[in-house]
Every structure is written in structure tokens, then in C-alpha cells.
T-cell receptor, first 115, second 114 residues
Framework: DAGVTQSPTHLIKTRGQQVTLRCSPKSGHDTVSWYQQALGQGPQFIFQYYEEEERQRGNFPDRFSGHQFPNYSSELNVNALLLGDSALYLC??????????????FGPGTRLTVL | AQKVTQAQTEISVVEKEDVTLDCVYETRDTTYYLFWYKQPPSGELVFLIRRNSFDEQNEISGRYSWNFQKSTSSFNFTITASQVVDSAVYFCALSLGGGNKLTFGTGTQLKVEL
């Protein structure tokens, strides 16, 4: 049973460029959340996708956008990259069940460096 | 707004010592969920435990134990007889449910030395 997978592992971009990160959820999961983790900090919630729609969003600018596909996989897009966007981007998958908070399974992350 | 505070930035212990990682949370909601995650150097967050606000029973799992006290808004994590493999960053997190968005603390770096 494959866990959460993310690609690429590492990425180097320059300021102003655009980047797309990809995530495949754990088998059977229908919800994908994205987090940004700056060096030495805890992960910060970017947004969450369920049924191909953005359901929740954290305090991130519109430069950060996403998509969820019918197979539940997801992409995170960041436009007009800034130096401050350098971070580990984590994808987490879970099941949406009622109003509870289910365990989220995290992928290994994509390390983005903006020069 | 929710907030999670992990005041201990870094803790160093010698193997076999017991160590407690502190977590204090803030929320006005009466229903919430608390989590602990472990992040080894590889970067992947590993789920350790989930607790809901209506269950204050302490929990023990092998060398790990958790003490949840609503009166002090704390959810502390104790590792008994620490091992080198326990070296990692540990995060405490809070969720209000209904979507699973997690609010993380800044983490505690645990170093266990021989």
C-alpha cells in the first residue's frame, strides 16, 4: 500500500518563475492538504482540496493555487516566485468523515529553493 | 484563532534518560483535536497520536506517553528511556475538525546522545 508520494524531491527556481508541485494521496484517501514549512518552523497550512474543490485556505496570497484531479491527486502552483517561498512543501492526505479530525498522512515533501 | 506553543526549541539528553516535550494550545472552541508528529531528518512527518477534547485520559504506547490537561491547555509528550533513534523534531498540532486543517507549533528538536 503506497503512502503519500510527492514529486519532485528537490527543485531550484529563480525569482519570478512559476513552479508546479505534485502529490498522490495514500490509497483510499480523498482529501489533500498542502503545507509550507520554512526552515526551523512548523508547517503552515496553505489549502485543502476535496471533491476537486478548494475547501479551506490558509493565509497565503493568490500566487498560491492548486488543483485536484478525479483520481484525488493534486498539484500546487506558485507564480511569481519570491525568495521567501523557499521552503519544504508538504502534502498530506486524509479521509473526510463527518466533522471529526482524521489522521493526516504526510508525504516526504518537495524542497523548493528560490534563487 | 488557534495557537500552539512549544517553548522548548531544543532538548539534549543522554540515552536512557526520560524526556518530556511540552505543548500548550489556545482555542475558544470546545471541540478540538490535538496531535503529535515526529519529523526525522528525512523530512516526512510521522503521526504519533490524536486526542479529542472530550477525552482527557492519558495514553501510553510503549515508551511513549501523553498527558492531556484541559485545565492548563497542555498536551505534553514523554519518552521513557530515550534512544538515539528518537532524535528528531517533534511537533504538536491542533485541529478544530470539519476539514482537518492543522495548526502546528514551532517544534522541539530532540537530540539523544550515547
Amino acid at each position: 500500500d503506497a503512502g503519500v508520494t510527492q514529486s519532485p524531491t528537490h527543485l531550484i527556481k529563480t525569482r519570478g518563475q512559476q513552479v508546479t508541485l505534485r502529490c498522490s494521496p495514500k490509497s483510499g484517501h480523498d482529501t489533500v492538504s498542502w503545507y509550507q514549512q520554512a526552515l526551523g518552523q512548523g508547517p503552515q497550512f496553505i489549502f485543502q482540496y476535496y471533491e476537486e474543490e478548494e475547501r479551506q485556505r490558509g493565509n497565503f496570497p493568490d500566487r498560491f493555487s492548486g488543483h485536484q484531479f478525479p483520481n484525488y491527486s493534486s498539484e500546487l502552483n506558485v507564480n511569481a516566485l519570491l525568495l521567501g517561498d523557499s521552503a519544504l512543501y508538504l502534502c498530506a492526505s486524509s479521509l473526510v468523515m463527518g466533522q471529526g479530525a482524521n489522521e493526516q498522512f504526510f508525504g516526504p515533501g518537495t524542497r523548493l529553493t528560490v534563487l | 484563532a488557534q495557537k500552539v506553543t512549544q517553548a522548548q526549541t531544543e532538548i539534549s539528553v543522554v540515552e536512557k534518560e526520560d524526556v518530556t516535550l511540552d505543548c500548550v494550545y489556545e482555542t475558544r472552541d470546545t471541540t478540538y483535536y490535538l496531535f503529535w508528529y515526529k519529523q526525522p531528518p528525512s523530512g516526512e512527518l510521522v503521526f504519533l497520536i490524536r486526542r479529542n477534547s472530550f477525552d482527557e485520559q492519558n495514553e501510553i504506547s510503549g515508551r511513549y506517553s501523553w498527558n492531556f490537561q484541559k485545565s492548563t491547555s497542555s498536551f505534553n509528550f514523554t519518552i521513557t528511556a530515550s534512544q538515539v533513534v528518537d532524535s528528531a523534531v517533534y511537533f504538536c498540532a491542533l485541529s478544530l475538525g470539519g476539514g482537518n486543517k492543522l495548526t502546528f507549533g514551532t517544534g522541539t528538536q530532540l537530540k539523544v546522545e550515547l
